[in-house]
């Protein structure tokens, strides 16, 4: 429906900017996974700081920081750490004007370490996603926040090579989120779980997750974790000898990840294709 519906809605926002404060933030809540999942990342950064600014003149420093929060999940998109870690400064800058509590402090210690990801620099990222899942655990032991750590925790083990770490906590994750029925977790863990099998030069492994994580990631329609899976998908194919049955799913992470225009995803992507193409 918001797909069908987004060309009049964005001709609305410039509008819906000068209105009131509170409904404007109603409707960032509103539109923050649809932004997300539908890959309009740069809509959902530009709305999501001109909100924060609408709501510091407001002082409405509760929903200022969650605004900046969002903006920091927009950079990750296009892979930009130091503008994550600026946004992680203010949204605490901001929680801490409004006296938020613990899970506010905890995503910013998140957020952080998602720039620290980004730098290359693993042991930092590591250790903000161990802090974050601290207090986190404070909260809800088997929580949602708790299961969206310990995934951010296991992506920080496996791109620094500790692949036992990383499946531990990737399968803790996806445990706690089958108990609490996130879908959207139980597709990214297990997508997750392929491209570590994929480290691990397990292909068989790693096209079963893949076949498992497509329909889920499908069901949700989250375009970046479809991309994903169909490259892993794909590449697990290829290894095996069978590149012909993985060429429609590369051409398919291909086309989403120029769609969504994300550099490391596009690059994989067209590493994905080219080992499914025929020779010549």
Not at 190 to 214: F, I, S, V, Y
Request: glycine share 6%.
């Amino acid at each position: 429906m918001l797909e069908t519906e987004w060309p009049a809605l964005a001709a609305a926002l410039p509008r819906l900017l000068l209105g009131e404060n509170p409904r404007l933030q109603t409707l960032c809540f509103a539109l923050r996974d649809f932004l997300d999942f539908s890959g309009r990342w740069d809509d959902w950064l530009r709305l999501s700081q001109q909100a924060e600014e609408k709501a510091l003149a407001a002082n409405d420093f509760s929903n200022a920081g969650w605004r900046a929060y969002d903006a920091g999940w927009a950079h990750c998109m296009r892979g930009q750490a130091l503008e994550i870690l600026a946004c992680a400064d203010h949204a605490e800058a901001h929680w801490q004007t409004a006296k938020a509590g613990t899970r506010e402090q905890a995503l910013t210690v998140r957020l952080r370490g998602v720039g620290h990801q980004l730098e290359k620099n693993y042991p930092a990222a590591i250790a903000a996603y161990q802090q974050a899942l601290a207090l986190d655990r404070t909260l809800a032991p088997e929580g949602v926040d708790v299961a969206i750590d310990l995934t951010n925790l296991a992506d920080g083990e496996r791109v620094s090579g500790d692949y036992p770490a990383a499946e531990r906590d990737y399968r803790e994750a996806s445990c706690i989120f089958k108990k609490i029925n996130h879908r959207e977790g139980v597709a990214t863990c297990t997508g997750n779980l392929a491209a570590l099998a994929l480290g691990r030069q397990d292909w068989p492994a790693a096209e079963q997750l893949a076949r498992e994580a497509l329909p889920l990631s499908e069901a949700l329609g989250r375009q970046e974790v479809i991309g994903n899976v169909c490259h892993y998908l794909a590449k697990a194919l290829a290894r095996q000898g069978r590149p012909a049955e993985g060429l429609p799913y590369a051409r398919r992470a291909l086309d989403i990840s120029t769609k969504l225009r994300k550099p490391d995803d596009l690059e994989d992507a067209q590493a994905a294709l080219s080992e499914c193409q025929p020779p010549g």
